[in-house]
């Protein structure tokens, strides 16, 4: 859970005597719990770790001619979070810092693109109030920081939405990480030790947490864990293949299907769009096979589901059409709606359809559900790595008899969505 949301402007603050005393000035702060506010957050973030998070940002900043701006992920040192920063330093060399604060075990990278785009909006504001201090504009400073507090205030609305996923979103989850996606390829070929995994991982990412990485999988039922007794190697007398191990019990995708609530509804009530709308979805499901659905497009699919603005429009179009000039008003306030929808129609979320009257309606064309496979194809795959001793994949009896055992416990359990 985000805990603040706080922006500064660093100052170097030189006396006359030449010593510097650097500090960092708040602009506007803003937390979740009455605990912390403007006069006592330190045990939010400290100091020290305000300026290492500055430092990071920083370093090779020489050169730069005109404005810098970037993000940094990271745990703090001497208090109990994480977070994501963003830096940025105006024409004349004033820096600002905002640091979003998180949980240590909140999963940030759900919220980055959030984060992003509060910084692109950050961008523009932090100019206007660089120039209403420089001039001295008291009114117009007070102006743009209610606009910066109302800023970040919804920032804060947004990743708490994000937040509370339903279980379609937690698929998303997993398709729309690199590690997850890494975890899902290895447990479709065979059962692998926690600790295996783990290393792995780190492989791609040098801090990882396996626990956070495998929620989405254990809330949805797809993998199980248990423990493995280890076997004592007969030349070293060494115990191998102990202790946690992972397996996969339910194989998941991210599918399309023609949106049967509209159809249904349209053929109920006689509507003159249902020739025109039905022959759309006839046209992109006659090519449309799920199981050779690029990798690529699934992500896409997922990125969305994961967009809360987009998400609360797709949810709404499961039971509903409506004409271009009327979308309702769901969206955020910072929320482009023509680039939501061009984005939908690109990625064939949504289609456009026009009445007798050329009056244009949008339709939700696809629905995107999750597809679930039970995954008979690891029944040789556990096979083979049980008898091909020598190889990376290989198994012990043990681990084999486990796996087997758990597909046949776990075959009749429904995935409820």
């Known amino acids: 859970m985000i805990q603040s949301i706080l922006t500064f402007q660093f100052k170097i603050n030189q006396k006359e005597s030449g010593e510097i005393e650097p500090e960092f000035e708040p602009i506007q702060l803003i937390f979740r719990e009455e605990k912390f506010d403007e006069d ?11 300026f290492a998070i500055f430092y990071q940002h920083t370093t090779g900043l020489s050169g730069v001619k005109y ?56 961008d523009t504001i932090i100019d206007k109030l660089t120039r209403a201090r420089n001039s001295k504009q008291l009114s117009l400073i007070e102006n743009i920081n209610i606009r910066l507090k109302n800023e970040i205030k919804f920032t804060i609305f947004q990743i708490d ?65 248990d423990w493995i007794k280890g076997e004592k190697d007969k030349k070293t007398g060494e115990i191998t293949h102990q202790g946690e191990y992972l397996f996969l019990v339910k194989d998941i995708m991210l599918a399309r299907f023609p949106n049967e609530n509209l159809l249904n509804h349209f053929k109920e009530t006689n509507n003159e769009l249902l020739p025109l709308y039905r022959q ?30 987009v998400y609360d ?30 984005d939908l129609k690109n990625l064939n979320i949504i289609t456009e359809v026009t009445d007798e009257n050329d009056r244009k309606w949008i339709c939700l064309l696809t629905d995107i559900k999750p597809l679930i496979v039970f995954p008979e194809f690891l029944l040789p795959k556990i096979r083979a790595a049980y008898k091909n001793q020598d190889s990376d994949a290989a198994i012990t009896h043990e681990i084999a008899k486990k796996a087997l055992s758990l597909l046949e416990i776990t075959y009749p359990e429904k995935v409820k969505f």
């Open 40 to 50: 006592e957050f330190s045990g939010l973030i400290a100091e020290n770790d305000i």
């Open 67 to 122: 404005s810098y701006s970037n993000f940094y992920e990271g745990r703090l040192k001497e208090t109990p979070y994480q977070v994501i920063s963003y830096f940025k330093q105006v024409a004349d060399g004033t820096q600002y810092l905002a640091i979003s604060i998180f949980e240590l075990d909140d999963e940030i990278e759900i919220f980055e693109d959030l984060i992003r785009h509060m910084g692109s909006r950050l």
């Open 161 to 225: 939405r994000l937040s509370n996923l339903d279980k379609l979103q937690k698929v998303a989850l997993i398709y729309n990480s690199e590690e997850r996606l890494k975890i899902l390829e290895i447990l479709r070929e065979y059962p692998i030790s926690k600790k295996e995994m783990k290393n792995i991982l780190e492989k791609m990412t040098a801090t990882i947490n396996v626990d956070i990485l495998l929620q989405p999988f254990l809330e949805l039922n797809l993998i199980r864990r």
């Open 280 to 309: 759309n979805v006839i046209d992109f499901f006659a090519n449309y096979d799920p199981y050779t659905q690029a990798i690529e497009e699934t992500r896409k699919l997922a990125s969305i589901l994961l967009n809360p603005d």
């Open 313 to 342: 429009f797709f949810v709404l179009m499961r039971h509903n059409h409506y004409p271009m000039d009327k979308i309702p008003k769901i969206f955020s306030e910072f929320a482009v709606t023509e680039i939501l929808l061009e």
